[in-house]
């Protein structure tokens, strides 16, 4: 299948730069302090978000923007048989390279969940650029209040706080049969279905694989 260049606009290549140098040579795994620390709450006028009072409701970015390296791209997309029957939701999207991927390689709908209102506008822009605005759509939104019942496949690089936070709403949401990919973080509590390891540069990479209800369902001690 011949596949569209994505080409990462170059602000998003400069946050990407800046992030790698902030960080040290070893990738992010569970055990790194950072990522173990609760991220701040940011408010987000945009998002529309009420509560039930009607009142709006701040947003909670539950991460910092990191694009992910496109060889993991390829091995989460790879290790979830990502395939044309698929719709694959990206939860916190950045640039939107993993649902552009899907589409791309190998003809699955895509749903990316961008908090930020500038990567998700670009995001949105971007699709359209490469023609994949009939696979793609990018929700600017709160991904604790976006509807992922359509997913069969989720993928998510966050904190393990996020992790955590985000769990009980993929318990409760998701159909069995679901495949979830996290990168470099595990989701607390869940059973991973596959791991591997990645060597990238002088640090390695961690892709998780797990299925729904696998993940958190376990058998009945005999």
């Known amino acids: 299948m011949f596949l569209l260049p994505f080409a990462v606009p170059e602000r998003f290549r400069q946050a990407g730069q800046a992030a790698s140098q902030q960080r040290p040579k070893r ?13 701040p709450s940011a408010p987000s006028a945009a998002t529309g978000i009420a509560d039930p009072s009607g009142r709006p409701r701040e947003a909670e970015r539950l991460a910092p923007f990191v694009p992910t390296p496109m060889e993991i791209v390829d091995k989460m997309l790879e290790l979830a048989r990502v395939g044309p029957d698929d719709t694959v939701y990206d939860l916190g999207s950045g640039d939107g390279r993993i649902v552009f991927r899907a589409a791309q390689k190998y003809g699955a709908k895509g749903v990316g969940v961008e908090l930020d209102e500038r990567l998700a506008k670009d995001s949105q822009n971007q699709a359209r650029e490469l023609k994949l605005d009939k696979l793609v759509t990018i929700i600017h939104g709160d991904i604790l209040q976006t509807d992922i019942q359509p997913a069969t496949v989720v993928t998510i690089y966050l904190l393990i706080s996020a992790n955590e936070r985000i769990r009980p709403m993929l318990e409760k949401t998701l ?18 279905y596959r791991e591997e390891a990645v060597p990238m540069g002088s640090g390695t990479h961690f892709v998780y694989l797990y299925r729904i209800p696998e993940a958190f369902q376990r058998p009945p001690a005999r």
């Open 27 to 39: 990738v992010y795994t569970n055990d790194d302090a950072p990522f173990n620390r609760p991220t």
């Open 175 to 192: 159909k069995p049969g679901t495949r979830v990919v996290a990168h470099d973080m595990r989701v607390p509590g869940w059973e991973p």
